[in-house]
């Protein structure tokens, strides 16, 4: 089992920065990748950014040039920076961990939301 725990959500204005962080516990050996996903009410779950254990990252079009994933192995922690942040980043940021059987965990969610 893993425990995902994310934090780090909040209000911010349009063009503004923010970082999500996703601090994993329990059987973390057993994860490979990590990411964001994101969603809003009345909208499917999409994905935002992935990083392997390695550091290869892969991104949404929608926020390529503007957010950043890292992570820290040594912490069993994920980061997301949020640059020139858009009203239409607003969602419920969900952090994600895939074990190297393809088991999913998921967090409970951060609530981000950019003001026009």
């Known amino acids: 089992q893993v425990q995902l725990v994310e934090s780090g959500g909040g209000l911010v204005q349009a063009g503004g920065s923010l970082r999500v962080s996703c601090v994993a516990s329990?059987?973390?050996?057993?994860?490979?990748?990590m990411g964001w996903y994101r969603q809003d009410p009345g909208k499917q779950r999409e994905l935002v950014a992935t990083?392997?254990?390695?550091?290869?990252?892969n991104y949404a079009d929608s926020v390529k040039g503007r957010f950043a994933i890292s992570r820290d192995n040594a912490k069993n922690t994920v980061y997301l920076q949020m640059n020139s942040l858009k009203p239409e980043d607003t969602a419920v940021y969900y952090c994600?961990?895939?074990?190297?059987?393809?088991?999913?965990?998921w967090g409970q969610g951060t609530q981000v939301t950019v003001s026009s």
């Open positions: 990083i392997s254990r390695g550091g290869i990252t």
């Open positions: 329990g059987n973390t050996f057993s994860i490979n990748n």
């Open positions: 994600d961990a895939e074990t190297y059987w393809g088991e999913n965990y």
